[in-house]
């Protein structure tokens, strides 16, 4: 039989939590866990509790020598949000328990809506660096009717996002609305988190300062032109490497 995994979420009872919970996860290109992060460092913003799996392999992410909990929740104190920065990569095997634990926790705390902010490396041109929408028609009506958010065409959603839109499907349970942009790996891409933060704040009408991330995502820019740059060299420079193109677009290197 194949294993099973099992999931706990500790938030010490008389913590209150919001009606949205914004979820952000680790996942290739990081734009979402990027974006909530970002969210919790720049906002007064409340630690509630983490989860912690009982078989995955733990992380422990630490910054200036402190260790902190990979999956943690926190409310944003001036907004009516809860958010989810999940820094522990949950693989398709495990995205059932996960979320059968993680919607026993949203409909303990009575959340109405979950969002979740998803980067994925899908090919796409020039003119498709945007975010669009996978949403049920409940959020859909209230949240997207006025705003400029596409809706993505056609595909699936796998693993976690995939089971928490079945679960909405299937259930009487909270509305979800998926914002998805294409995302550039290894990352973080920090480009599609800025596009992921600005939908976020403007469906949900607050404002956060991105003057630092935007800065990191110049220097990132900076970098892979030029390791672009020293690739393309390296090919001129060796015959044999032979005739290589090198493109652009990063999301192919």
Do not use: C
């Not at 993505?152 to 299937?170: A, I, N, P, Q, R």
């Amino acid at each position: 039989m194949p294993a099973t995994h099992s999931f706990d979420i500790d938030t010490p009872a008389g913590t209150g939590t919001d009606t949205t919970l914004v979820v952000g996860q680790a996942h290739p290109g990081m734009a979402g866990v990027t974006a909530v992060d970002y969210l919790v460092r720049h906002l007064d913003a409340t630690q509630l509790g983490h989860l912690s799996p009982a078989e995955l392999p733990g992380i422990a992410p630490f910054e200036e020598g402190t260790p902190r909990h990979h999956s943690r929740f926190y409310t944003l104190d001036s907004t009516d949000l809860t958010v989810l920065v999940e820094e522990l990569f949950i693989p398709v095997t495990s995205a059932r328990p996960y979320t059968d634990a993680l919607i026993e926790w949203i409909d303990e705390q009575a959340i109405e809506e979950v969002v979740v902010l998803h980067g994925v490396p899908f090919p796409h041109g020039p003119d498709e660096h945007e975010v669009f929408h996978v949403s049920t028609p409940g959020f859909h009506e209230a949240r997207l009717v006025d705003v400029e958010i596409p809706p993505l065409k056609g595909g699936f959603l796998d693993g976690v996002v995939g089971e928490l839109v079945t679960h909405s499907l299937d259930e009487a349970g909270s509305e979800i609305g998926v914002f998805v942009t294409p995302t550039h790996p290894p990352g973080p891409d920090v480009d599609a988190a800025l596009k992921l933060l600005d939908a976020l704040t403007t469906v949900y009408g607050f404002e956060v300062d991105e003057t630092e991330l935007r800065e990191l995502g110049e220097q990132f820019e900076q970098y892979y032109e030029q390791l672009a740059n020293r690739m393309a060299s390296i090919a001129e420079e060796s015959d044999s490497l032979g005739s290589h193109d090198y493109p652009e677009d990063r999301m192919y290197m």
